[in-house]
Structure formats: structure tokens, C-alpha cells
């Protein structure tokens, strides 16, 4: 039986690295860590494997516009990887709390770079590698909504527009590829670096999510998704789903 293959971006730190450790710890498993500086994040080596499993550590900088393509070369013609089951596009940052009136527009254009151009390069990168079933994850926010805006009233402007061009581009897969699983997901306010910043600089102490919880629920939605009740669509880490 050939074994269950994971990508995910951004996987040295925060939920890329707590989606590498679980996957990683499944038998028979290969899990291809993407990260900036794969020298740096040597030491990812070191995580337990559960039996039969392997990590592999490519570069893939969502800033960056060839990387995703370099890195798919590197795991076909090096690695031997010929199929991906799950791609989970989770590299993306959170810069400026600036609201509409007064964001730059460097801050705009950097946040659009990395959370939306980067997963869409990641996808046509991956694509030739995706069969039938093979799952696209792009990791969302609850701050991307549009039609339930007011649900999530924080002055992110850059962030949440980002991310809700993320959320166009991966349904958007959903309809254009019927034999994909596509679907935004949305970690809640957990406990990572990214988080956590957010949350002092509301006063806050820290998030509210602790990264292992969030990551049990994220692992359960991936695992049981399915075309018909989750692709296209925008499910919650705890259970329910995001309006788009």
C-alpha cells in the first residue's frame, strides 16, 4: 500500500508544525514539511515517525513566485513523488491591525503576495501531482468572511481581504476540478505566534485556542472530508462552517 502523502507551507512553526508532528506520527505516512529556509529547520528531522514514515523538508517561500514550482520539480525528480493526497496551504501572515481609512497599500499588496498568490501558485504547482480525492486545504480566517462580516469586526483590513481571496481561490477549485476536495478552514484564534500578537495588541494576554486542540479538530475535519458535504465550503476547526 502506498503511503498517505502530505504537503504543508509553512510547517517549521505554529499550526504548519503541530499539522507536521501529528501527521507525522501516523504509520506509513510521508509528509513534506515547506518551509523558508530548510537549513534552519534541520531540526525537524528529530520529530518521532511513526512506522514507515518520512519526512521530507523542501523550500517553498510564499512570497516567493517560482518556489512552489522549484519545490514540485525537487519532489518528482529527487524524491520519487509522483501523487499528493492532501496539500494544506497554511503559510500566510498578519502584519497591521490598520483598518480601510489609512492601511497602506504596501501592506495590501505584501498580505495579497502571501496569503492568496502564494497558495494559488501552490495549487497549479501541485496540480499535476493531485488525483481523484486528492484534498486542497487553504488555511483561512474567520476575519475573510464577507457576507458575516459582523461577526468578526477587527480593523485587519490587509489580513481579511488576503484571506478572502484565498477563500475565492479555493472554491473556486472546488468548481472547476469535480474529482478535487476543496475547502477553506478555519483555525479560530489559537495560541501560535501570530495569535498571540494579534490578541496583545487588543489587550489580550493570548489567544484563546491552544494549538493542540486546534489541531485535533482540523485533523478530524481533514480526515473525514468528502466532496459532497465539505468541498466548496468553509468549515470551523470546532465544528460548523463560516458564510463566505
Request: glycine share 8%; net charge negative; with cysteine.
Amino acid at each position: 500500500m502506498s503511503p498517505t502523502t502530505y504537503l504543508i507551507t509553512g510547517a517549521s512553526r505554529g499550526l504548519g508544525l503541530g499539522l507536521l508532528k501529528a501527521y507525522l506520527s501516523r504509520p506509513n505516512t510521508t509528509v513534506i514539511a515547506a518551509v523558508r529556509n530548510p537549513t534552519s529547520a534541520s531540526s525537524l528531522n528529530t520529530l518521532p515517525k511513526g512506522e514507515g514514515s518520512t519526512l521530507i523538508i523542501v523550500k517553498i517561500d510564499s512570497a516567493s513566485h517560482t518556489d512552489a514550482l522549484a519545490a514540485v520539480k525537487e519532489l518528482t525528480t529527487v524524491h520519487n513523488i509522483n501523487t499528493l493526497d492532501v496539500v494544506i496551504a497554511n503559510a500566510g501572515i498578519s502584519n497591521t491591525l490598520a483598518p480601510v481609512a489609512i492601511v497602506p497599500l504596501s501592506e495590501i499588496e505584501e498580505h495579497f503576495n502571501v496569503n492568496a498568490i502564494g497558495p494559488f501558485l501552490l495549487f497549479q504547482a501541485c496540480f499535476p501531482l493531485l488525483k481523484k480525492g486528492s484534498k486542497f486545504i487553504g488555511m483561512s480566517s474567520a476575519l475573510a468572511t464577507i457576507s458575516g462580516m459582523e461577526m468578526r469586526p477587527f480593523p485587519m483590513t490587509a489580513y481579511g481581504v488576503s484571506k478572502a481571496a484565498l477563500n475565492y481561490f479555493v472554491r473556486k477549485i472546488h468548481f472547476e476540478n469535480e474529482e478535487l476536495i476543496s475547502f477553506a478552514l478555519d483555525p479560530g484564534f489559537v495560541q501560535t505566534d501570530m495569535g498571540n500578537t494579534g490578541a496583545q495588541l487588543v489587550g489580550m494576554k493570548e489567544a484563546t485556542t491552544p494549538i493542540d486542540d486546534c489541531v485535533a479538530g482540523m485533523l478530524k475535519i481533514i480526515d473525514e472530508s468528502t466532496r459532497e458535504k465539505t468541498s466548496g465550503r468553509f468549515p470551523i476547526w470546532e465544528g460548523g462552517e463560516f458564510p463566505w
